[in-house]
C-alpha cells in the first residue's frame, strides 16, 4: 500500500512547470469568480438595504391577518390570524422550504433603565422607558452581533443569566430624531454605538408605566450590537427568552405564537409557490417584489454582467487548465505505458492522475478562497467605492462549493486525456 | 506453464478487418527457451501482448500456469503481469530521469511490495549482472548492453517464473548480444524458467530448445535438426544472391552456417524497427 502511495505521490510531483500552471490557473479562476461572486453579494445587499423592505432574496415574509372582532372582543379563528407553531410545521412540510424564522413579541409590560451616567459622566443621566421586545431567531441577526462570545451567550442563554439585548437601527434612528433633542438627551453616533457594546441595562419584565404584574422579573440586558434586520421600534432578544417571559406570565399558548415569520425557499420558483399557498391559508405575505421594477432591473443587469464575467473567467480558466492538463497527460504516455507493461492496470494509472490534478485542483482552490478572506478587505480599502460595502459573507456552502469546483475542474479536464490514454496509449507497449 | 489455444487477433484499421494472428497454438514449460522469428509486421509482438495481457486476443483460450486469463476490466492480466512475467524490450523501455535502482524496483512498487527483501535480491541480481557500480546513476546515462542488464534486473526483480523478450538483443552489438542471450539461457537452467524470444539472430535460433516461424499470423514450429534447411527453402531468389555473407555461431566449437537467414536483405532479416 505505502508503495503505491509512493508511486501516486510521485505522479503528483511529475511534470511541475504544468502542474505550477495548473495550479496558479485555480487559484486566479477561484479568487477571481469569488471576488465577482462578493461584489454581486455586497451589490444585491446594497440594494436590498438602500431601496428595499428587509426582505432578502428567496425570502418570504408572513404576517398573520388582523384579527376580526369588536372593540376589545377579538375573535380567534384558524384563519390566519395567529401564526402558530401548528401553522410553522404546515408551512415547514411545503415543497421549497428551507427554513423557517420565527419572530415572537413579549406580550407583558415591559420597561427598561438606562443608566447613561457611563458614556456621559457629567450629565448622570439615568433614563427610564417603556418598551416593546421582540424575540428573534439567531440565524436572521447572528451577523449583528459583536464577538462570538456574545453569540455564544445569545445561543445559550438561560433564565437567570444577563439577558443579550440587540438594538434595532431604526430605534436608535427614532431615538436620536424624536427623542433625544425633545429631551435634552445626547444624540447616539456611530463611534457612541461602538462604545456601548457590552454595557448594561435593567429591564423589568411585567412591569411598565401603566401596569405591574405580580412577580414581575429584573433582569440584567447586555447590549451585545445594533440590527438593520428587525426594523421594529422594539428591544431585540433572544427567540428563547421570549418564549420563556411569555409562558411564565401569559401562559395558554403565548409561548407558541408569532408575530410574523421568514420563509426561507430554496429558489424563486418556490418563492411564487410557497407564496401562493400561505395566501391561501389567510396571512399576510410579503416578497422581496415589493423593490421598484426598476431598481428589480438594474440589479439583475448588474448581477446577468457579473455571471458573465464569472462565466468568461471560468472558461478561460477551463480552457487554460484543460490544455495543460491534456499536454501533460498524453507527454507522459511512455511513461504509464511503461507501468502498465511491468504489471500497472489501466485503473491504477487513471487513479494516479486524478488524484494528481485533484490535489492540485484542492490546494489552488484552498489557497484561492484563502486569498478572498484575506485581501478582499485590503481591496475594498484601497478601491473606496462612495456608499457601497464589499462584504464578505462567510457562507460555508459557497466555501465549499469553490473549493469543490475548483478540485473537480482540473480532475475533469483530464477527462479527454484519460479516454485517449485508456483506449489507445496504453494498449500498446 | 503457458499455454495458447487456437489464439486469433484480428484488428480493425481504416475500416478493414486485419487478421494478425491465426490460431496460435503454444505450449511453452518450465525452464524452456522457445524463439520465435518471423517478417516484420507478422504478429510476433502482437502475440507477445496478448501473453503478458496488454491485449486481449478476439478468439482463442490463454492459460497460465493451469489457470485461464480473464480479461474482463485488465486485473488480471496485470496481476499475472507484474508477479509471473517479465518483460524484455529491444528498446529496454527504462525510465530514464530515474536511477537504476528506482527503475529496477519499480515492478516491487507496482506489486506494493519493494521492503528490505526486494532491495537485497535486486543487490543481488544488480551483482550477477555486473552492473552493482551504477545502482544510483541515472538510467539515461548508460550503454544500451547496460541498460538492457538493467531492464534485465526490473524483470527478475518480482522473480517472475515467464520472461518474454522482444528482440532483445537488436539494438546491440554482437559481443554484448551474447553475453545478454547467456544471461537468459543461464536463467533458464538456473532458475527454470521459461523464456519466449523474439528475435532474428541466429545463434539465439540455434541455441532454443524450440524454434517457430510466424507467417502471417500463423505460428509454425521449425524442426531444430532441420533449421538451415528450412529457412533455406524460405528463401526468394533474391534472397538467395546475398548467401555468400552469411554468418556463423558464435559460440565455439559448432559453427552453424544459417544462409540468408540474417542480413538485412533477408526475409527473416535482423531488422530493427517494431512490428
Known amino acids: 500500500m505505502f508503495q503505491r502511495i509512493f508511486l501516486t505521490f510521485k505522479e503528483v510531483f511529475s511534470q511541475r512547470f504544468i502542474s505550477i500552471i495548473v495550479f496558479f490557473s485555480i487559484i486566479v479562476a477561484v479568487f477571481c469568480v469569488g471576488a465577482f461572486q462578493i461584489v454581486g453579494n455586497s451589490f444585491n445587499y446594497y440594494i436590498h438595504d438602500k431601496f428595499a423592505t428587509s426582505i432578502p432574496p428567496n425570502f418570504i415574509k408572513v404576517t398573520p391577518k388582523p384579527a376580526g372582532g369588536l372593540g376589545l372582543i377579538q375573535l380567534k379563528k384558524d384563519d390566519g390570524s395567529v401564526l402558530s407553531d401548528a401553522f410553522l410545521a404546515k408551512i415547514q412540510g411545503l415543497p421549497g422550504v428551507r427554513e423557517i424564522h420565527p419572530y415572537m413579541s413579549v406580550q407583558i409590560p415591559v420597561q427598561a433603565l438606562i443608566d447613561l451616567s457611563k458614556l456621559f459622566p457629567l450629565l448622570n443621566i439615568r433614563y427610564r422607558t417603556d418598551l416593546v421586545c421582540v424575540g428573534a431567531p439567531y440565524s436572521m441577526i447572528k451577523n449583528d452581533i459583536q464577538g462570538k462570545e456574545f453569540q455564544k451567550k445569545w445561543l445559550n442563554w438561560k433564565p437567570g443569566q444577563p439577558l443579550p439585548i440587540l438594538v434595532p437601527n431604526v430605534l436608535l434612528d427614532a431615538y436620536n430624531q424624536s427623542m433625544a433633542d425633545a429631551n435634552g438627551l445626547p444624540k447616539i453616533t456611530k463611534d457612541l454605538q461602538k462604545m456601548m457594546i457590552g454595557a448594561h441595562a435593567q429591564i423589568f419584565f411585567g412591569q411598565s408605566s401603566f401596569k405591574t404584574i405580580p412577580g414581575f422579573m429584573v433582569e440584567t440586558g447586555e447590549l451585545v450590537g445594533f440590527t438593520d434586520n428587525v426594523p421594529s421600534l422594539a428591544l431585540i432578544i433572544p427567540l428563547g427568552a421570549a418564549r420563556f417571559y411569555n409562558g411564565k406570565f401569559r401562559g395558554q399558548d403565548s409561548d407558541k405564537e408569532y408575530i410574523y415569520c421568514f420563509i426561507e425557499v430554496k429558489d424563486h420558483d418556490s418563492v411564487i409557490t410557497v407564496s401562493d399557498k400561505v395566501k391561501k391559508w389567510g396571512f399576510v405575505v410579503e416578497t422581496e417584489k415589493s423593490l421598484s421594477l426598476e431598481i428589480q432591473n438594474l440589479r439583475n443587469n448588474v448581477n446577468m454582467v457579473i455571471a458573465a464575467l464569472q462565466w468568461v473567467i471560468l472558461g478561460m480558466s477551463i480552457i487554460a487548465i484543460a490544455f495543460s492538463t491534456v499536454i501533460a497527460t498524453l507527454n507522459r504516455t511512455e511513461y504509464y505505458r511503461i507501468l502498465r507493461v511491468l504489471g500497472a492496470s489501466k485503473a491504477f494509472i487513471t487513479f494516479t492522475i486524478i488524484i494528481k490534478y485533484a490535489l492540485i485542483g484542492w490546494l489552488g482552490a484552498t489557497l484561492g478562497m484563502f486569498l478572498i478572506g484575506n485581501l478582499i478587505d485590503e481591496i475594498a480599502k484601497v478601491a473606496k467605492f462612495s456608499g457601497f460595502e464589499l462584504k464578505l459573507i462567510t457562507d460555508k456552502g459557497m466555501v465549499a462549493q469553490y473549493i469543490l469546483s475548483g478540485t473537480l475542474i482540473p480532475v475533469f479536464s483530464t477527462i479527454p486525456a484519460l479516454l485517449k490514454l485508456y483506449f489507445k496509449g496504453l494498449n500498446r507497449d | ?275
Open chain 2, 1 to 275: 506453464m503457458l499455454k495458447l489455444e487456437g489464439v486469433d487477433k484480428v484488428y480493425k484499421i481504416a475500416g478493414k478487418t486485419k487478421q494478425i494472428l491465426q490460431r496460435v497454438d503454444l505450449d511453452l514449460k518450465e525452464g524452456e527457451i522457445a524463439a520465435v522469428t518471423g517478417k516484420s509486421g507478422c504478429g510476433k509482438t502482437t502475440m507477445l501482448n496478448i501473453i503478458a495481457g496488454l491485449t486481449p486476443p478476439s478468439h482463442g483460450k490463454l492459460y497460465f500456469m493451469g489457470k485461464r486469463i480473464v480479461y474482463f476490466l485488465d486485473l488480471m492480466p496485470s496481476w499475472i503481469r507484474n508477479r509471473k512475467i517479465g518483460f524484455i524490450f529491444q528498446t529496454f523501455k527504462l525510465i530514464n530521469e530515474e536511477t537504476v535502482a528506482s527503475n529496477i524496483l519499480l515492478p516491487a512498487r507496482i506489486r506494493g511490495h519493494a521492503g528490505k527483501n526486494e532491495r537485497m535480491r535486486m543487490d543481488s541480481l544488480l551483482e550477477r549482472l555486473g552492473i552493482a557500480e551504477y545502482k544510483n546513476m541515472r538510467a539515461g546515462l548508460l550503454s544500451g548492453g547496460q541498460k538492457q542488464r538493467v531492464a534485465i534486473a526490473r524483470a527478475l526483480i518480482n522473480n517472475p517464473p515467464l520472461i518474454l523478450a522482444d528482440e532483445p538483443t537488436a539494438n546491440l552489438d554482437k559481443a554484448t548480444s551474447l553475453e545478454i542471450f547467456h544471461i537468459l539461457e543461464t536463467l533458464a537452467v538456473d532458475e527454470k524458467k521459461a523464456i519466449l524470444i523474439v528475435t532474428h539472430k541466429d545463434y539465439m535460433l540455434q541455441r532454443a530448445e524450440r524454434v517457430f516461424d510466424m507467417i502471417d499470423g500463423k505460428l509454425i514450429p521449425i524442426p531444430k535438426d532441420d533449421l538451415i534447411g528450412y529457412f533455406d527453402r524460405m528463401m526468394t531468389p533474391i534472397v538467395r544472391m546475398g548467401e555468400k555473407s552469411g554468418e556463423t555461431t558464435p559460440h565455439p566449437g559448432k559453427p552453424v552456417k544459417v544462409a540468408g537467414h540474417s542480413g538485412k536483405k533477408a526475409g527473416h532479416s535482423a531488422e530493427k524497427g517494431e512490428e
